[in-house]
């Protein structure tokens, strides 16, 4: 059973580019978050999606962040006009939509940002 | 919205013997907390969580206690070994899908 996929692994982009990161939940999970991690900091959440559906976005910025998981294929996220501010490690997580432990997250390996 | 704060942010333990890390937390419905272990450059692995009906869980070496009403919980380690250097990060969530709001993590390193 592969585990969450997040790609790519490493990402730089110069200062106005736009990034795309993707990640794939485990099989059988509808559930997808996204967290931000700044160099020496905690995760910080951002969005929580299902398919086709935001369910909260409350950690997302206003402007120029924005996130889907459509009915087919990877959740992504999406940042324009990229600035030096949006380096860092970017996690997906997954959980069941169903049984005793719908609560429990399950991370990718995360995709590590850089801004030039 | 919740908060969740987290103590030591850095420790250092002698081989063999226990760590222990805390976190309080502010929102009384949080009820699902669970721990995450991340190496450098790696992804948060889940080692253990706690849900609110029960005061205690334990893993092996590893336990985690819950005071509801206190609102705080701690991590446990004993017998620590090198393989256990690594950050450590609590959360807090309202369980059922719902986000996690993490505590900022604590830097645990062991003495051979």
């Known amino acids: 059973n592969a585990g969450v996929m997040q790609n790519p692994r490493h990402l730089v982009r110069r200062r106005g580019q736009e990034a795309r990161l993707r990640c794939s939940p485990m099989k059988g999970h509808s559930h997808v978050y996204w967290y931000r991690q700044l160099p020496e900091e905690g995760l910080k959440f951002m969005v929580y999606l299902q398919k086709e559906n935001i369910i909260d976005e409350s950690g997302m910025p206003k402007e120029r962040f924005s996130a889907e998981f459509p009915k087919e294929g990877p959740s992504i996220l999406r940042i324009q006009q990229v600035v030096r501010g949006d380096s860092a490690a970017y996690f997906c997580a997954s959980s069941p939509s169903r049984g005793f432990s719908t609560d429990t997250q399950y991370f990718g390996p995360g995709t590590r940002l850089t801004v030039l | 919205g919740e908060n969740v704060e987290q103590h030591p942010s850095t420790l250092s333990v002698q081989e063999g013997d226990s760590a222990v890390i805390k976190c309080t937390y502010s929102d009384s419905a949080s009820n699902y907390f669970p721990w995450y272990k991340q190496e450098l450059g790696k992804r948060p692995q889940l080692i253990i969580d706690?849900?609110?009906?029960?005061g205690e869980k334990k893993d092996q070496r590893i336990a985690v206690t819950l005071n509801k009403t206190a609102k705080h919980f701690s991590l446990h380690i004993t017998e620590t070994q090198p393989e256990d250097s690594a950050v450590y990060f609590c959360?807090?969530?309202?369980?059922?899908?719902?986000?996690?709001?993490f505590g900022t993590g604590t830097r645990l390193t062991i003495i051979p």
């Open positions: 706690i849900r609110s009906n029960v």
């Open positions: 959360a807090a969530s309202m369980g059922g899908n719902e986000k996690l709001t």
